[in-house]
């Protein structure tokens, strides 16, 4: 395993829509491995693929209710909202208010080739669909509701 360098922003990678995966390889498990070690020592709460320089549809998340592996995934189903402070590995330093729904379905892929749907509410609904985001080139900042000072 290696730690991975973070990509920033004005990084041209980060604004780029990931490929989906066709095969769960050697290749990407050792991705998976490097992200999950990156995004703990960087003491994140998810990263994904785009922010270590892979186009990838591959993202780790620990809210702190377990580590998330998601291959592929998609929301299908989003319910309410709320409006909360977001940050990100990739812009060191800032946040700001962003609109997230309330409740979220995500189907993916695990990293074992089976496909799964979670149901996720809160700050991990928040989480899946911030790193989601990040895999079809699109940054927090880009829905800022109102910017933090």
Known sequence: ???????????PLLRKKSREIEKIDDKIKTLVKDMIETMYKEEGVGLAAPQVGILKRVVVIDVGEGL???????????????????????????????????????????????????????????????????LDGVLYIDKLVDAEE
Do not use: W
């Not at 395993?1 to 990084?11: K, N, P």
């Not at 946040?95 to 309330?102: C, E, F, I, Q, Y």
């Open 1 to 11: 395993m290696a730690i991975r360098q973070l990509r920033l922003e004005g990084d």
């Open 68 to 134: 998330f592996t998601i291959i592929n995934p998609e929301i299908i189903e989003e319910q309410g909202e709320i409006i909360d402070y977001e940050g990100c590995l990739s812009i060191p330093g800032q946040s700001g208010k962003v609109s997230r729904p309330a409740k979220i379905k995500v189907k993916y892929t695990d990293i074992d080739g089976n496909e799964k749907i979670v149901e996720a509410e809160g700050f991990l609904a928040r989480a899946f669909c911030h790193e989601i985001d990040h």
